[in-house]
């Protein structure tokens, strides 16, 4: 079997999509690549291709490829795409709010790829600067953030890090005005398509107009007719997603916050409640802007409006990924700049009585068991099956985790299933179960 049958079999999927096709078809072994695709396009699997490919050809022992990106959501999501593909090459991924010695022993073991952020990336290499002398590939995904003035001196020390690099492969969703003085392309290939019809998402704008007195009102009307279905709201600060949290909370709806602020556990949590259903709306900065892949997302309201106008594209692109809908609202007071995004948006009306959304039908529990207790999936679904009154339908996402699992329960049955399966036993192994 070719591989790439076999890479789109562990995947799931028949075909890849034009982007996809043409990035495979216009890569140059001789030359450096930068694809530029809307968000949700499916520019990580492309540039994972290349790169697997690119790999092979230089394998030798010790780290061959490098990917770095601007959040630890999105290496993680990379990370796990890359897993689905393939599982003959030996993969870390570090970042921030990691566990360091953990990642330094991983690290030990000189893994073909290595996915992480710049940050803890730098942190590795100064404590080994012989961890990428032997690479030769180097991905920038999201490149527009990684290569931007505040991070320019951590990756410039990357670069140098990274001396044998003979292939460059740099993707975004917006393209960067200038360049910096380090990042030297080999005659590269440029993809665009930005302004291809076929992948730029279908998004419908509508624009909110409130006093300020009344925004919060406004916001909470709207978060009441769109109802049941998954919102991300977007904030500036951590303490404007805290705030807004709590108001939301104090009003009868059910949300979670997702920033920089939280620690690691608390971050990836939030993204299994809001994936798995058992959470309908998260609150964010634009930490949720990128890194982000939950296709039920259908809306995306601004709160607060972002400094910067990529960042708007950042936003937007939650909704209406792999060509699906999504509805993209902006909620405007007499003191907000108004965004180009928004001129021809139409204006919605809030002049009715919308009742409060029902409490999402999961909820989440934890199983203290996972993939390092030889737990997989189907473990799960047995141990939950063996308790009595749990069926089928009441049972949705399962999430294995290294020394954990979390599974979504119908909310009507959760506490009586934490009850009768704490202290149990999963695989011969005694297990906590309870609620998150």
């Given at each position: 079997m070719l591989a790439l049958e076999k890479y789109l079999k562990n995947l799931g999927i028949e075909k890849l999509n034009a982007m996809q096709e043409q990035s495979l078809a216009d890569f140059d072994y001789n030359r450096d690549f930068m694809l530029l695709s809307p968000t949700g396009s499916g520019k990580t699997l492309a540039f994972a291709l290349i790169m697997l490919k690119l790999m092979q050809k230089h394998k030798h022992a010790g780290t061959s490829a490098l990917v770095i990106v601007p959040t630890r959501e999105l290496a993680l999501q990379i990370e796990q795409v890359i897993k689905a593909l393939t599982k003959d090459?030996?993969?870390?991924?570090?970042?921030?709010?990691?566990d360091t010695r953990a990642e330094r022993k991983k690290l030990e073991q000189q893994p073909e790829l290595i996915v992480g952020t710049p940050g803890r990336i730098i942190y590795h290499v100064?404590?080994?600067?012989?961890?990428?002398?032997?690479?030769?590939?180097?991905?920038?995904?999201?490149?527009?953030?990684?290569?931007?003035?505040?991070?320019?001196?951590?990756?410039?020390?990357?670069?140098?890090?990274?001396?044998?690099?003979?292939?460059?492969?740099?993707?975004?969703?917006?393209?960067?005005?200038?360049?910096?003085?380090?990042?030297?392309?080999?005659?590269p290939v440029v993809?665009?398509?930005?302004?291809?019809?076929?992948?730029?998402?279908?998004?419908?704008?509508?624009?909110?107009?409130?006093?300020?007195?009344?925004?919060?009102?406004?916001?909470?009307?709207?978060v009441c007719k769109i109802g049941m279905e998954k919102v991300l709201i977007f904030?500036?600060?951590?303490?404007?997603?805290?705030?807004?949290?709590?108001?939301?909370?104090?009003?009868?709806?059910?949300?979670?916050?997702?920033?920089?602020?939280?620690?690691?556990?608390?971050?990836?949590?939030?993204?299994?409640?809001?994936?798995?259903?058992?959470?309908?709306?998260?609150?964010?900065?634009?930490?949720?802007?990128?890194?982000?892949?939950?296709?039920?997302?259908k809306h995306v309201i601004h709160y607060q409006f972002p400094y910067k106008e990529e960042e708007f594209v950042h936003r937007n692109g939650r909704t209406g990924r792999n060509q699906s809908e999504g509805n993209v609202y902006g909620i405007f007071t007499p003191e907000d700049?108004?965004?180009?995004?928004?001129?021809?948006?139409?204006?919605?009306?809030?002049?009715?009585?919308?009742?409060?959304?029902?409490?999402?039908?999961?909820?989440?529990?934890?199983?203290?068991?996972?993939?390092?207790?030889?737990?997989?999936?189907?473990?799960?679904?047995?141990?939950?099956?063996?308790?009595?009154?749990?069926?089928?339908?009441?049972?949705?996402l399962i999430d294995v985790k290294a020394n954990e699992s979390y599974v979504a329960v119908a909310a009507n049955k959760a506490s009586a299933l934490v009850q009768a399966a704490n202290n149990t036993k999963v695989k011969g192994q005694k297990v906590r179960v309870f609620t998150v």
């Open positions: 090459i030996s993969l870390v991924c570090v970042y921030g709010g990691s100064d404590r080994n600067p012989a961890l990428l002398a032997d690479c030769k590939i180097l991905v920038l995904d999201e490149f527009d953030k990684s290569l931007e003035l505040g991070f320019q001196d951590q990756m410039e020390f990357i670069f140098r890090s990274c001396r044998g690099i003979e292939h460059q492969i740099l993707t975004s969703a917006t393209a960067i005005k200038e360049q910096p003085s380090f990042l030297h392309l080999k005659d993809l665009d398509f930005l302004s291809d019809q076929v992948f730029t998402p279908n998004i419908h704008y509508y624009q909110v107009k409130a006093s300020s007195k009344m925004k919060l009102e406004w916001l909470f009307k709207l904030c500036n600060h951590r303490e404007a997603v805290d705030h807004i949290q709590r108001l939301l909370i104090g009003k009868g709806i059910e949300c979670i916050n997702y920033h920089g602020g939280l620690d690691q556990y608390d971050r990836e949590l939030a993204i299994i409640k809001i994936k798995n259903g058992s959470e309908h709306i998260l609150v964010t900065t634009d930490l949720g802007a990128r890194g982000l892949d939950i296709p039920e997302i700049r108004f965004p180009t995004y928004f001129e021809d948006a139409e204006e919605l009306i809030l002049d009715e009585f919308y009742p409060i959304p029902e409490p999402p039908k999961y909820k989440t529990i934890r199983i203290s068991a996972g993939k390092k207790q030889k737990v997989n999936k189907i473990d799960v679904v047995g141990f939950i099956h063996s308790f009595p009154g749990i069926e089928k339908d009441d049972l949705g």
